[in-house]
């Protein structure tokens, strides 16, 4: 296939944090709002059932602004801002905070709601991702129109579509017409669309490249398109310039790259001092509990049951032993989990002081696709035999891990980060 012949789709969710913000708290619409506060900024619900909410001014602390809605941001307030600086530009600004577990909740469901059109998705963080529409039958304006539609209907909150030949474009694009946006790109829109624009809009071209750019009279992606190009050479190299020249032509030939699964999930710790088996057993329950807890947060945040319950114990001598057990259904709560766990751990002879302990879910599925009907009881165990078994594997590399992450960037090529 041509490069000329895909038709990619760049979705953003339109202000999406605030968004739902404003969809749990509506009487805040048309507010200045800013949301990072911590719990003591969450609103306190009165005797007659209103709330009252916090104001920046009456905040005090290091914190920073994740987020604020046009309202606040009119007002000069932008994120990544220090909170006393924002109280001072916008003290009657409502205050909120920050509830990544909601808006994990909200990027579920609108990703799940485009899911079901194709499963040609690429997961771009939180709040956007890239769908190759190609061989979805259809106009693309129906189709964005659509899956719009589709996000609108399982979040309530709008979203903001660009479809273009490739993914620079489409990303670019996705912002011309926010909020609630829906806009086509093709190559011929180029000069009147993509020129103008200030060459930050280019996802790749970060704020160092762009201060460079600007000391070469190179403000717009078309002063970049008219730019010579043994100029931009000399400047940023052969292969970021050559890279330059191509984006300024809207080419990209990056292919929509479908996000894979995460195939296990663990939380794991390394004790301060190792701890005995026996003498120092309060200690140990409490550090097991408390990491079944922090994995069966995981799971819930992400949207995952596991079904195989693995344990890492890591011996003084640094002798690491794992095992793990296949349930008859997969679970996420951290009663569950311990459960297993305790199992696995009843396995392994405890000779030595320990000096690391962890716990893994793997064999992951959706726990919205797991059966209802299969709800887990605990003593449920069948013991897979042997095949989690083995001493000295060592899962390097993975403490505290959570599995899946959330892009963060989108930046082109490294070292440039948007
Ligand atoms: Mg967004």
Request: aromatic share 6%.
């Amino acid at each position: 296939m041509t490069a000329g012949s895909r038709r990619i789709a760049h979705l953003d969710m339109d202000a999406f944090y605030a968004s739902v913000e404003l969809l749990r708290y509506p009487e805040l619409r048309g507010q200045a709002v800013v949301i990072g506060g911590g719990r003591a900024a969450a609103p306190e619900t009165l005797p007659d059932g209103s709330r009252r909410f916090a104001r920046l001014r009456d905040y005090a602390g290091r914190g920073v602004v994740t987020t604020s809605t046009y309202e606040a941001r009119a007002l000069g307030v932008f994120s990544a801002m220090g909170m006393m600086k924002a109280a001072q530009l916008a003290p009657d600004a409502v205050l909120l905070p920050t509830d990544f577990d909601s808006y994990r909740h909200y990027s579920r469901l609108f990703k799940t709601a485009v899911a079901a059109f194709t499963a040609q998705i690429e997961d771009r963080g939180i709040d956007e991702i890239y769908i190759d529409l190609t061989e979805i039958a259809g106009a693309s304006p129906d189709i964005a129109a659509r899956i719009k539609r589709a996000v609108h209907a399982a979040t309530g909150l709008t979203c903001s579509i660009c479809v273009a030949p490739n993914k620079l474009l489409a990303k670019i694009g996705s912002e011309l017409d926010k909020p609630d946006g829906l806009t086509l790109l093709t190559p011929a829109d180029i000069p009147l669309r993509i020129w103008p624009l200030s060459v930050r809009k280019v996802n790749g071209i970060g704020p160092k490249a762009s201060e460079k750019l600007a000391g070469l009279g190179i403000l717009t992606v078309g002063d970049l398109a008219a730019a010579d190009a043994g100029l931009l050479q000399t400047h940023f190299g052969r292969s970021y310039s050559g890279w330059l020249v191509e984006a300024a032509q809207g080419r990209d030939d990056r292919p929509v790259v479908v996000s894979s699964e995460p195939k296990s999930m663990s939380r794991e710790t390394t004790f301060e001092r190792d701890l005995h088996p026996k003498g120092d057993r309060p200690a140990l329950s409490a550090a097991f509990t408390a990491l079944c807890v922090r994995l069966a947060d995981d799971l819930r945040r992400k949207g995952y049951v596991g079904q195989t319950i693995g344990l890492k114990l890591r011996f003084d001598d640094f002798r690491t032993v794992t095992r793990d057990v296949t349930l008859l259904a997969p679970i996420g709560d951290a009663a569950g989990i311990r459960h297993a766990a305790t199992e696995c751990l009843k396995r392994i002879p405890l000779t030595r002081r320990l000096r690391l302990l962890g716990v893994r879910a793997s064999s992951l599925t959706r726990a919205d696709e797991a059966h209802a009907g299969h709800r887990p009881v605990q003593g449920e165990l069948s013991f897979a035999p042997g095949a989690g078994d083995a001493d000295g594997a060592d899962g390097a590399g993975d403490a505290g891990e959570a599995g899946h992450a959330d892009g963060a960037g989108d930046a082109v090529l490294p070292g440039d980060p948007d």
